[in-house]
Structures are given as structure tokens and as C-alpha cells.
């Protein structure tokens, strides 16, 4: 079955440390592959995208992320993390051609950045 | 504010009862899905719309369950016979599929369900 991990579930940083945050999901098919981002209170949102064409993508606030598919990876990455990246993060796929239609999260990454 | 919107926010229900939320997706698009998310979980799908159709319904937890797009605007999700292990935050995400493998999700808030 399609599914999505994501290995680190608490991860604790100092400001200015770099982040990367691991996700792989296990399917040989055409996958498109995102990360969201849950600040305490808010909703999802859309960090980056990953669709087709250049496996390295950016997104908002510095972060992106680096499809490698002979690795099944999707890894979140940021050079230098900030307080107000303290969030829960969480890796996500649209697997197409099998369970159709729908969007697979992995369980979440909670990131906590010490000022 | 022209995003998705569910309401109630917070629903506090004693067991045994029905409830039901509401989400009104943005307003172009075609597709609404709805999730449940539990502590230190990840999103869980459920089901979704493409219109007024209910394209995908196996991932309902129960026949408790049950989701309504009548007119494939707003979407309803009703919980009958409401049990603790129901107590979750229910999202619900639209988006507007224009091409098959370039779909993009937006989030609700979510309805956040106490059942006591």
C-alpha cells in the first residue's frame, strides 16, 4: 500500500542551525509530493510543491526540498532556521494509478527552534 | 477571507449523539475532500468530491459516518451515534483539478470534536 514516512517525530533546534527533515514514501508510480507546514493555532498550509521537472524545489520562507527517486525521498530542507519556524511539518503525496485520489500524509515532524 | 471554511469550530457532544459539520470550499473549485487528524497524526483521509459525485467513500471509518455535496458547493459530514474514539479534528481541503497529476489541496481550519 502507498504510505508516507516521516522518521524524526520531535525535532529541536537552536536559531540559525540548518533543519532538514526527512520524508520517504513507498511507491513505484507517478507521485506528486508536498510538504505542509501547521503553526500552533492555524491551519495547513502549502510550503512546496513537487510535480515534475527540476527535483530540487523552493518555497516559501526559505525552505525546499529535494525529490530523489531512486531514494523515494522527499527531504525539507532550510540553511538557517528561525523562532517563528516552530510549526509541526508534515510530508504528503497524491500517489496516482493506485489508491486514486487522494492526499497520504506522513504522521508529522514537530520542529521546536530555541531562540 | 476567501479560503476554505468549516463550521462549527469546536463541538462538544455527549456519546450517543449525531453531529454534523459544514465546509464551504473555495469557491471555483471542484474537488473537496474531508480528513481527520488526531493527536501526533498526520491527516487521515476519508473520502472526497469531484462535484456533487462522491468519488471515494471506502476510507470512512464506520457506516457512522456519512459526507453530503448536494449541489457541489458546501459539503456536509454527519457522525451518527457519536462514540469517544470519534474526538479528532475534521478538516476539510478544496481544490480545482485542471490536470490530473497537478492537483493542489487548501486547508480549512478544521472542526475540532469533544465527545464526552
Known amino acids: 500500500a502507498q504510505s508516507v514516512s516521516q522518521h524524526n517525530h520531535h525535532v529541536i533546534l537552536s536559531e540559525a542551525a540548518s533543519l532538514e527533515l526527512g520524508c520517504n514514501y513507498s511507491?513505484?508510480?507517478?507521485?506528486?509530493l508536498f510538504w505542509y507546514v501547521q503553526y500552533p493555532g492555524q491551519h495547513l498550509q502549502l510550503l512546496l510543491k513537487y510535480f515534475s521537472g527540476d527535483p530540487l524545489v523552493k518555497g516559501i520562507k526559505g525552505f525546499e526540498a529535494e525529490f530523489i527517486k531512486s531514494k523515494f525521498s522527499f527531504n525539507l530542507r532550510k540553511p538557517s532556521v528561525q523562532w517563528s519556524d516552530t510549526a509541526e511539518y508534515f510530508c504528503?503525496?497524491?500517489?496516482?494509478?493506485?489508491?486514486?485520489?487522494?492526499?497520504?500524509f506522513g504522521k508529522g515532524t514537530k520542529l521546536s527552534v530555541k531562540p | 477571507d476567501t479560503g476554505v471554511s468549516q463550521n462549527p469550530r469546536h463541538k462538544i457532544t455527549k456519546r450517543g449523539q449525531n453531529v454534523t459539520f459544514r465546509c464551504d470550499p473555495i469557491s471555483e473549485h471542484n474537488r473537496l475532500y474531508w480528513y481527520r487528524q488526531t493527536l501526533g497524526q498526520g491527516p487521515e483521509f476519508l473520502t472526497y468530491f469531484q462535484n456533487e459525485a462522491q468519488l471515494e467513500k471506502s476510507r470512512l471509518l464506520s457506516d457512522r459516518f456519512s459526507a453530503e455535496r448536494p449541489k457541489g458547493s458546501f459539503s456536509t459530514l454527519e457522525i451518527q451515534r457519536t462514540e469517544q474514539g470519534d474526538s479528532a479534528m475534521y478538516l476539510c481541503?478544496?481544490?480545482?483539478?485542471?490536470?490530473?497529476?497537478?492537483?493542489?489541496?487548501?486547508f480549512g481550519s478544521g472542526t475540532q470534536l469533544s465527545v464526552l
Open positions: 511507491y513505484g508510480g507517478t507521485v506528486n
Open positions: 504528503a503525496a497524491f500517489f496516482y494509478g493506485g489508491s486514486q485520489g487522494n492526499l497520504i
Open positions: 481541503a478544496s481544490s480545482l483539478l485542471w490536470e490530473t497529476t497537478n492537483e493542489k489541496l487548501f
